[in-house]
């Protein structure tokens, strides 16, 4: 089997629509499921850009104001939008734009949990990228304040979990097919990191970007070309998530919801620890989670990034060559799931399951289940309830490389390292004065 690399704009392609159970619009508590959404985007430009023009394929919503830094990305919104206001700063938008009813939050990860808050506040439903949030802290505070709000609708931006290849995974998994589980083997090839030390130079800020709103709730730094926007800054430690961040959310997704899994108890890395300002490279992070009903007593789950795999006596199970460059391996007490990233699940040893009857299900579309449930027509898939703890359990994992060879106590429900002191640190940032927001 040919390993094959899928974007999020491929998975996009595969979605068909689906709609999902009741809620309610912002403004007009009684309106009609036929009522046009008012919609902002902040972000203007990459996977922004894309959001944007997966939520916009609805007839039912309008896209009245995009906010970006960097007015030189803000084109292809002008083309295409041309009636949608401009802004630079989202905090301008948000208090300017009276009547909107949701957001979609596209922008480097230090600043979701900031925009997403302020967002809730005033009442709008937020459709936030993944990782929901940069640090623990911040998700658990989002979690928290969606469920205060229950008639704002929430949805996490894994829109592959809508897919009908993530769906079969959780299908099969809680249907029994390989027993309970007892071990998960996941993986990402990318390479998100970087152990080298801060460029000691800077540059001027190309026209059209403000760097202090870019920076954001992050310490002041000059700006440095090529080294922060766009795209690099998830290599930085103050602003991304390196490759656990960026596609753990994908790939646990089903991991998580098919086990139902709650808190980690232990998270230990023992490789991939981060440089002195860029998250780690071949990263390997072991979780152990209490059982549920489709585990064993404890489950054990293995993460590998870049060059580092699964170890062979694993990859074995499913056969040589058939091991993606994404994707996760179940170990069950009746058989092996082999799930590639965006691709159908294949059960193993073949002639055990050669006969299997697999489930037949469709994809729907994560975007328009969003807006569907902002207007009253069923229920987002990945609410904040649901992506909250999928994005804590991943940050920790980030958190453990940071202690290399340690194995991290956590405590869940006070969201704290029992053993590591040091590790506390680092659950909440120290916001920059100014970009304080109510709930952070």
Known sequence: MTATRFTRRSALRAVAIGLAVPFVFRRHLSAAPSETLYHASIGANGQAWSDIGALAASKHLKLVAVADVDLSRTNEVRKRFPDAKIYQDWRELLDKEKHLDSVNVSIPDHMHGSVAMRALHQGLHVYCQKPLTQTLYEARQLTRAAADRPRQVTQMGIQIHSLAEHRT???????????????????????WGDRAPRPNHHDPVPSGLNWNDWLGVAAE?????????????????????????????????????????????????????????????????????????????????????????PPEQVRKLVGPGQVNDQGSIYLGTEGVLYSPYIGMPMLFPRARYRDYKMPRLESLDHYQQFVEACRGNGRASTPFRYAGALTETVLLGGLATRFANTVLEWDAANLRVRNVSEANRLVRRRVRKGWEVEGL
Not at 170 to 188: F, N, Y
């Open 169 to 191: 995974v959780v299908a099969l998994i809680q249907g029994g097919a390989i027993g309970k589980v007892k071990e998960v083997h996941s993986w990402s090839g990318k390479d």
């Open 221 to 309: 730094r000059p700006f440095i070309a090529g080294y922060y926007h766009p795209f690099v800054w998830r290599k930085r430690l103050d602003f991304g998530t390196g490759t656990f961040g960026d596609m753990g959310c994908h790939i646990l997704d089903p991991v998580y919801g098919s086990l139902e899994l709650t808190a980690p108890t232990t998270a230990r890395s023992d490789a991939g620890a981060p440089g002195p300002d860029g998250w780690g490279l071949d990263c390997r992070v072991r979780y152990v989670f209490p059982g549920t009903k489709y585990s064993t007593d404890t489950l054990t789950l293995h993460w590998y990034d870049g060059n580092q795999r």
